[in-house]
């Protein structure tokens, strides 16, 4: 059973950084892709990044290209989320979610099976 839990949140001011780490059990995620989705208060839940667990090809959404970086050590079954320069509209709740599905298309929520239970990041002015 395929288990995701998010670590590392908390409150931050703007232009300063945070990073998420998502440890990962329960199988090998050799063919899998990881992603980050947040969920601001009101709003649907969002893509943010995906990596290829193998080769760590990475993908953001364009709200977050240039100041959030995607990373893995496989080693450890680790998958991390640097946030740097964070804004005031990157206050979300952080998911980490794992799919068979190609980090080459894997966008949307459908696409992920397995899920961890969020860590809440706020960014105050």
């Known amino acids: 059973q395929v288990q995701l839990v998010e670590s590392g949140g908390g409150l931050v001011q703007a232009g300063g950084s945070l990073r998420l780490s998502c440890a990962a059990s329960?199988?090998?995620?050799?063919?899998?892709?990881m992603g980050w989705f947040r969920q601001a208060p009101g709003k649907e839940r969002e893509f943010v990044a995906v990596?290829?667990?193998?080769?760590?090809?990475?993908f953001y959404a364009d709200s977050v290209k240039g100041r959030f970086t995607i990373s893995r050590d496989a080693a450890q079954n680790l998958v991390y989320l640097q946030m740097n320069s964070l804004k005031l509209e990157d206050t979300a709740v952080y998911y980490c979610?794992?799919?068979?599905?190609?980090?080459?298309?894997?966008?949307?929520?459908?696409?992920?099976?397995?899920w961890g239970q969020g860590t809440q990041v706020v960014v105050s002015s």
């Open positions: 979610a794992a799919t068979e599905i190609t980090a080459f298309i894997a966008r949307t929520q459908r696409q992920y099976l397995h």
């Open positions: 329960g199988r090998t995620f050799r063919n899998y892709a």
């Open positions: 990596i290829d667990w193998s080769y760590g090809t990475s």
